[in-house]
């Protein structure tokens, strides 16, 4: 593996590229920023590689690098093989090898434009993806509108990515707190019936407060109370002060809207003071984490067991898509994907393949060949980029933690498969505006 | 009002936490005239000491079969604990109470970690300024956990609690509330409850032994005391050893109710230094009620009752506690006047 | 070759004048010539002088210098969004808002000193952060960070016919664009303007009053001089830098987000300072940039490069250096920067200026034959 990456590198030194470019708003000049002269084309993979989502960071790069790989015709091919779209032989993107450059985003927004500025000044990347949370999604694809590049989201479950901040250089294949609700609601409803009153503890930021809405939003359609929702601050640690009021208010259910280290805490907490066993109104409590990760979860441990959340994407699932894609990451790195690493080579490749289709790398070509296209095959079912918020439009993954894990990796069972159109809704709910294709100078 | 004494146990027992943490910090002032910024990190290398207690005695014989394969395509592992297949129900049982067990770890891992660090580099900076000492253990608190990052991960690894401490205790009915209103997880009141005793261990020592005597006088002029042709300087390396353990242990008893990480002592680093500040400076009792009352002040600012009149007051509630307590008795609860003032 | 202090003065400053402005040029070589690092270099740069005013010559250890920063940035935002896209105004507000919140949380620290004055500015600093990551949402835009908007009024920019139509803005002075290298140069010519002036605080009167609370408080107090307005003049002046600075920052990247104000930023700037030598005038410049370098150049080394880097090696010897040096850059860049902390701190308490000033008196006295005293260039360290 080290000796591949060491051949992109010499390829890579070997190129030209284009001199940083100014910063335009306006697209005068007939070509675009970081236009690729020689032969080969640089991508940015802006990761977490400290903080808190370093592992998550850290799969998201090796499933970018397996992508390269695959579309610079090395390896096994993986999704290749099963996305229905054709366009991409194996011999790089318009006939140019695929290099790469990475950067440490640290889940903070003035690191990840940094990092993103740099590959875009200094090493001449045409398209910038990655990132494990909504706030620096939301930064760096502001940034790379006003460059004039690409964005390609990583992991970002907020609304507001592809809702309110959504920007027509950027495209986002993950889910959003929107269709965790829509999906959830129903499985929710069949589980623990729908005279439930549930109480939220909220991550008092804004990916926080777009999930409690959602969750809200549906759950209420159901027919549920919310009893409250509690803010509590981002990485409180302990959180049985948050935790005691719930026991005698009344609520059975716990709906907690933390991710990563607090999700973690708070779940195990949760189940600490005895919330996974209790009977309240003679009904079994339950607690609801509505975004799940697999990487995360095993974090919480057996915790997790029997707790309900949605998922973008798991390991687990046998069509061919996702079995190609697995058996190729496992074979190389000895370890099933999470579903960020899942997320970052579906955008790495469908970047790849709109290239290829609409024969250039300018961002409005690629563009053009992202908005509304329908393909299938990356593991999701049927999915459409739709053209109206650039945002994908997929079958969602209903989970629950595994009473038997066969293995670390197996912590989550896939309870349903919500289709596609139950989870769509009309772009103009969510507010924002597009505006223009970035062509950059 | 069962809600409050909910509230009360919440505080008291992240107030254990908080406590420790600062009592070893204190110590280290108080002796060394140290401020020691690594002290976060020491709390975490306990909590990891139950970490690789826990990963060593659960070391699995890995067999492959052939004939079966995973999903990803690498032949199945079939694992069996090398523990449970030597000590059958011993090991089980070993592998259940893995994080009071790692306790034995931890007390000389901790001393080791504390003596090294005194000596190879602490010691050289008993005369530097306070600035060069907290930027010199800065350095060292992040390197250590980079190098915990490396070996473990950057995610969480969940330490469960004993079987037996899972539960929760109906703590109410001793007090004379109704059953079921006031309920508390077993392992919570185990650490409130060990925090005290080894609160009350370094306080016996410091106050009842011979050892202790010196170090106490120490603390109080430490150049009397080496004119008393007292080698000061080899005790003052156990007495930090003394603290690395004090934080080592509060963060291997913390694991099942946070799940160690490699930064988490980063988050409690800044935390503990208003509590030792609070509580007045070189003062150890003062840092032990300021550990409890923080500790209990953060939860009831976090109740929905009194976040409605002051939205966001959990978010800041510690900072403004301090610069209360700093503004008007500038000395913290318990401490002498003139300490650190320069 | 004893210069008169003015006169070498004048020297420093025309040197370092010429270096900044030729940065793009002359940092080419290691990989950092490229406008956003350039502009990281002397924003934080005049953030890391204006921190030295303070800490430098009244000894005074602010850990919450990160909060005026951000203050900064959030107010220049709201200018671009309000008024107007010319960086002006923006930076002025910047600055003067910047001073102001000093003024209110200098007043109240400064009635405390050594480490309980630390733990005041943290925990004002901390107490900015969390609201503004959660409560204060509608003027921060918490976690996304305040960004600028088609919508937005810039009034000024309307009254004078500005029409920036269907993009999104970026400032510019008069036309010409902030972002890429005319933002580095503005950013340039207002490091040079702030380090003249802290140059011209060093030497005035006032600095000498600073310097004097920091030797001895005490006796100060007792010849009946307060010493209080003094420490938090400096205070403020140092407060309007970091203003300055997070306004600059807004003016090269119209995003203001809430980490800005986190203890581990504070934490940073004392670094820089630090690292670089406190107390002395080029120094906190050096620590900013050294500290931007290895946050923007180490972190980006990935194994490829590595690779790279070690092709002169036979195979099996180029994979185990590979392997060790990937746990210090890339995702280890932390741990060099840890690393570099405690060399730094250890061996060269007086920061990267002690290491330069005691290379030239070696190179002095080995060209000069071995004069006892170090050279006339040695610039002057406080207390």
């Known amino acids: ?441 | 009002m069962d809600a409050i004494l909910l509230q009360v146990l919440n505080g008291l027992d992240k107030g254990g936490a908080y406590a420790l943490i600062a009592l070893g910090l204190t110590i280290i002032f108080g002796t060394l005239g140290v401020v020691n910024f690594a002290h976060g990190a020491l709390f975490m290398l306990g909590a990891f000491c139950a970490v690789s207690f826990k990963s060593l005695i659960s070391l699995e014989k890995v067999t492959l079969d052939p004939t079966q394969k995973t999903a990803w395509g690498t032949p199945l592992e079939i694992r069996e604990a090398y523990v449970e297949s030597w000590f059958g129900d011993a090991g089980t049982l070993l592998i259940n109470y893995s994080v009071p067990v790692s306790l034995l770890l931890a007390i000389p891992t901790m001393l080791l970690i504390g003596i090294a660090m005194e000596r190879g580099l602490i010691r050289f900076f008993y005369k530097r300024p306070h600035a060069e000492q907290i930027l010199v253990t800065f350095g060292l608190a992040i390197v250590l956990q980079e190098i915990v990052k490396s070996v473990f991960g950057a995610n969480p690894i969940p330490q469960p609690a004993p079987d037996v401490a899972k539960g929760m205790i109906d703590f109410g009915v001793a007090i004379g509330f109704d059953a079921g209103n006031v309920v508390y997880p077993a392992w919570r009141l185990i650490y409130f409850l060990f925090s005290i005793s080894i609160v009350g261990a370094v306080f016996a020592f410091l106050r009842f032994t011979s050892f202790g005597m010196v170090v106490r006088a120490g603390m109080a002029d430490r150049e009397t005391v080496g004119l008393l042709g007292i080698d000061i300087d080899r005790r003052f390396t156990i007495v930090f050893g003394i603290a690395a353990i004090v934080a080592g242990l509060a963060g291997v008893m913390y694991t099942p109710i946070l799940s160690p990480d490699y930064h988490m002592g980063m988050d409690f680093l800044v935390l503990s230094f208003v509590v030792v500040v609070v509580g007045g400076m070189g003062s150890l009792p003062g840092a032990v009620a300021a550990g409890f009352l923080l500790g209990i002040l953060q939860s009831f600012a976090s109740m929905n009752e009194v976040k409605a009149i002051l939205p966001g007051i959990d978010q800041i509630v510690i900072y403004l506690i301090a610069v209360i307590i700093l503004l008007v008795r500038p000395r913290g609860l318990m401490g002498r006047k003139g300490v650190m003032e320069h | 070759m004893s210069l008169a202090p003015e006169r070498r003065d004048l020297i420093v400053l025309v040197i370092f004048a010429a270096v900044v402005l030729a940065a793009p040029v002359l940092f080419k070589p290691i990989g950092a010539g490229y406008p956003d690092l350039l502009q990281k270099f002397a924003i934080y740069g005049i953030f890391a002088i204006g921190f030295n005013i303070l800490f430098g010559l009244t000894g005074y250890l602010s850990f919450g210098h990160a909060a005026f920063l951000g203050v900064g940035s959030y107010t220049a935002v709201w200018t671009f969004k309000l008024l107007s896209m010319n960086p002006v105004p923006a930076i002025i507000l910047a600055t003067l808002v910047g001073g102001a919140f000093a003024a209110v949380i200098g007043f109240i620290s400064l009635r405390r000193t050594g480490i309980y004055f630390s733990i005041l500015t943290l925990a004002f600093a901390q107490m900015s952060y969390n609201l503004a990551y959660s409560v204060l949402t509608p003027i921060t835009n918490g976690e996304t960070g305040l960004q600028l908007n088609q919508a937005d009024p810039r009034v000024l920019d309307i009254a004078f016919g500005r029409d920036y139509g269907a993009v999104l803005p970026s400032s510019d002075l008069f036309g010409l664009d902030m972002t890429g290298y005319p933002g580095f140069y503005f950013c340039a010519v207002v490091l040079i303007l702030c380090f003249f002036l802290a140059n011209r605080i060093f030497r005035s009167p006032f600095g000498m009053m600073l310097r004097a609370v920091k030797s001895n408080q005490n006796r100060m107090n007792y010849t009946g001089l307060n010493t209080r307005p003094y420490a938090l003049a400096a205070f403020v002046i140092s407060g309007m830098y970091a203003g300055l600075a997070g306004g600059l920052l807004a003016v090269t990247d119209p995003l203001a987000g809430a980490e800005r104000m986190q203890w581990t930023a504070s934490g940073e700037v004392v670094l820089m300072t630090i690292l670089g030598g406190a107390g002395t005038l080029l120094g906190p410049v050096l620590g900013a940039g050294l500290i931007k370098y290895f946050e923007n150049i180490f972190s980006a080394f990935n194994e490829g490069i590595l690779m790279a880097g070690f092709d002169f090696l036979p195979e099996t010897l180029q994979h185990a250096a590979v392997a060790v040096s990937s746990l210090f850059v890339g995702e280890g860049w932390h741990l060099t920067l840890g690393a570099l902390f405690m060399l730094i701190v250890i061996f060269l308490p007086g920061g990267l200026m002690e290491g330069i000033n005691r290379l030239v008196a070696w190179i002095g006295r080995r060209g000069g034959g071995g004069g006892g005293e170090a050279p006339a260039t040695a610039p002057q360290t406080a207390g």
């Open chain 1, 1 to 441: 593996m080290v000796r591949r990456t060491y051949a992109r590198w010499c390829g890579r030194r070997g190129a030209e590229r284009t001199p940083p470019t100014r910063f335009t708003s306006q697209a005068w000049a007939a070509g675009y920023t970081n236009e690729p002269k020689g032969g080969t084309v640089t991508l940015g993979f802006n990761v977490p590689q400290t903080g808190a989502y370093a592992d998550e960071g850290a799969d998201e790069l090796r499933a970018y690098q397996l992508a390269v790989e695959h579309i610079n015709g090395g390896g096994d091919g993986g999704m290749l093989n099963t996305f229905t779209s054709k366009a991409l032989k194996g011999d790089g993107v318009n006939g140019k090898k695929v290099v790469f450059v990475t950067g440490d985003t640290q889940t903070k927004s003035d690191a990840a434009r940094a990092s993103a500025k740099r590959m875009i000044e200094k090493d001449g990347a045409i398209m910038i993806t990655g990132g494990s949370s909504s706030g620096v999604a939301i930064a760096v694809q502001g940034l790379c509108q006003d460059a004039g590049v690409i964005f390609m989201a990583g992991l970002t479950h907020s609304n507001d990515t592809t809702g309110k901040d959504k920007r027509a250089n950027g495209f986002r294949h993950f889910f959003n707190t929107e269709m965790s609700g829509a999906a959830l609601g129903p499985v929710l409803k069949n589980a623990f019936g729908s005279e439930r009153a549930a109480y939220h503890l909220t991550a008092d930021y804004t990916w926080g407060w777009s999930q409690e809405g959602s969750i809200k939003k549906y759950t209420e359609q159901l027919g549920w109370q919310t009893t409250a929702a509690v803010r509590t601050p981002l990485g409180a640690g302990d959180f049985s002060q948050y935790i005691t009021p719930v026991l005698n208010s009344g609520a059975d259910v716990l709906v907690l809207n933390h991710y990563g280290r607090d999700m973690v805490n708070s779940l195990t907490q949760a189940v600490q003071f005895g919330l996974r066993d209790k009977q309240v109104n003679g009904r079994d409590f339950a607690i609801v984490v509505p975004l799940y990760s697999r990487l995360m979860a095993q974090g919480a441990g057996e915790n997790v067991k029997g707790i309900f959340g949605s998922t973008n994407w798991h390991w687990s699932l046998q069509d061919a898509g996702s079995k190609a894609f697995v058996k190729s990451f496992g074979t190389k790195y000895g370890f099933p994907p999470s579903q960020a690493a899942h997320t970052t080579y579906c955008q790495a490749l469908l970047y790849a393949d709109a290239c290829q289709r609409a024969g250039t790398f300018r961002p409005s070509g690629v563009g053009a060949a992202l908005a509304g296209f329908k393909f299938d095959g990356l593991g999701n079912g049927p999915t459409e980029y739709r053209a109206a918020d650039h945002q994908c439009f997929k079958d969602v993954l209903v989970v629950k933690g595994k009473e038997k894990p066969t293995s670390k990796f197996d912590v989550l069972e896939v309870v349903e498969v919500t289709p596609r159109a139950q989870v769509e809704y009309p772009a103009s709910m969510l507010g924002g505006e597009l505006g223009p294709y970035n062509d950059g100078a």
